[in-house]
C-alpha cells in the first residue's frame, strides 16, 4: 500500500490516526498543500481531484476519500473494530461520523478557505479555482460554535461520540475540532464533557501522528 499524507491538513491526519489505531505501518509520501503539491501533475496522475488523502491499495485501486480509506482498512484489518462491531454500533459511527463532517469539518473549511489569504481563489479544494465569499466566514465561525454546542450534548451522556468505545466518529470529531483552532475557535470553558473528551482523545499515541 501506498498512503499520500499533508502533515498540516485536517482530513489527511483523519485518515492517519486510523492508520495508526490499527498499528499499520504503510508507506507514506507527503504532498505539500502549501507548496500547491497536490495540483502537480505528478500528484494529479494519482489523483485528478487533486485532493488528499489518497491509499493505493495493494491492487492497485485508488481510494480518495477517508470513508473508502477508513471502510477498506477495516475489511482487511478487522481489529481493533473501529467501524462498530454490531449493526446498530455501525449504523451510529456512519451517523456521527457524518455529522463531524457536515456540522464540523465544512463549517471550519468554510472560516478558514473564505477568510485566510493564503486561500484567495481557492475557496475549494479541488483543481478548480473559486473566489472567497466573507459571509460564509462568518456562517462558519457560528456553526462551530453550534457544533460545540451539539458535542457538549453528546458527550454528557456518552464516553465517546458514537457509542461506548473508541472509533471513526472519534478520530472525525477529535481532528475537526482540534483544527477549529486556525480561526481562533476553541471548546468553550464551560464544556466540561467536551473538554474532558478531548485531553483524553489527545492523549492517545495515535493523536501525535
Given at each position: 500500500?501506498?498512503?499520500y499524507?499533508c502533515?498540516?491538513?485536517p482530513?489527511?491526519?483523519?485518515?492517519?490516526?486510523?492508520?495508526?489505531?490499527?498499528?499499520?505501518?504503510?508507506?507514506?509520501?507527503?504532498?505539500?498543500?502549501?507548496?500547491?503539491?497536490q495540483?502537480?501533475?505528478?500528484?494529479?496522475?494519482v489523483?485528478?481531484?487533486?485532493?488528499?488523502p489518497?491509499?493505493?491499495?495493494?491492487?492497485?485501486?485508488?481510494?480518495?476519500?477517508?470513508?473508502?480509506?477508513?471502510?477498506?482498512?477495516?475489511?482487511?484489518?478487522?481489529?481493533?473494530p473501529?467501524?462498530?462491531?454490531?449493526?446498530?454500533?455501525?449504523?451510529?459511527?456512519?451517523?456521527?461520523?457524518?455529522?463531524?463532517?457536515?456540522?464540523?469539518?465544512m463549517?471550519?473549511?468554510?472560516?478558514?478557505?473564505n477568510?485566510?489569504?493564503?486561500?484567495a481563489?481557492?475557496?475549494?479544494?479541488?483543481?478548480?479555482?473559486?473566489?472567497?465569499?466573507?459571509?460564509?466566514?462568518?456562517?462558519?465561525?457560528?456553526?462551530?460554535?453550534?457544533?460545540?454546542d451539539?458535542?457538549?450534548?453528546?458527550?454528557?451522556?456518552?464516553?465517546?461520540?458514537?457509542?461506548?468505545?473508541f472509533t471513526?466518529?472519534?478520530?472525525?470529531?477529535?481532528?475537526?475540532?482540534?483544527?477549529?483552532?486556525?480561526?481562533?475557535?476553541?471548546?468553550?470553558?464551560?464544556?466540561t464533557?467536551t473538554?474532558?473528551?478531548?485531553?483524553?482523545?489527545?492523549?492517545?499515541?495515535?493523536a501525535?501522528k
Open positions: 500500500m501506498l498512503f499524507d502533515s498540516t491538513a482530513n489527511p491526519r483523519r485518515a492517519r490516526m486510523f492508520i495508526a489505531e490499527k498499528g499499520l505501518a504503510i508507506e507514506t509520501r507527503d504532498i505539500s498543500i502549501a507548496k500547491g503539491e495540483l502537480l501533475p505528478a500528484f494529479k496522475a489523483n485528478p481531484r487533486a485532493t488528499i489518497v491509499l493505493v491499495t495493494d491492487e492497485g485501486t485508488v481510494l480518495t476519500e477517508n470513508l473508502g480509506i477508513a471502510a477498506y482498512l477495516e475489511a482487511r484489518f478487522p481489529e481493533p473501529l467501524m462498530g462491531r454490531t449493526a446498530d454500533e455501525k449504523g451510529l459511527v456512519m451517523m456521527w461520523n457524518a455529522i463531524a463532517e457536515q456540522q464540523g469539518g463549517p471550519v473549511a468554510e472560516a478558514l478557505r477568510s485566510h489569504p493564503a486561500f481563489d481557492r475557496a475549494i479544494p479541488g483543481p478548480a479555482n473559486y473566489a472567497q465569499i466573507p459571509e460564509l466566514a462568518q456562517r462558519g465561525l457560528d456553526r462551530i460554535g453550534r457544533f460545540f451539539l458535542l457538549e450534548e453528546r458527550l454528557s451522556e456518552s464516553p465517546y461520540i458514537a457509542c461506548d468505545h471513526l466518529a472519534d478520530i472525525s470529531t477529535f481532528v475537526f475540532v482540534d483544527f477549529a483552532r486556525v480561526v481562533k475557535m476553541r471548546v468553550p470553558e464551560g464544556h464533557a473538554r474532558a473528551w478531548y485531553e483524553a482523545i489527545k492523549a492517545r499515541p495515535s501525535q
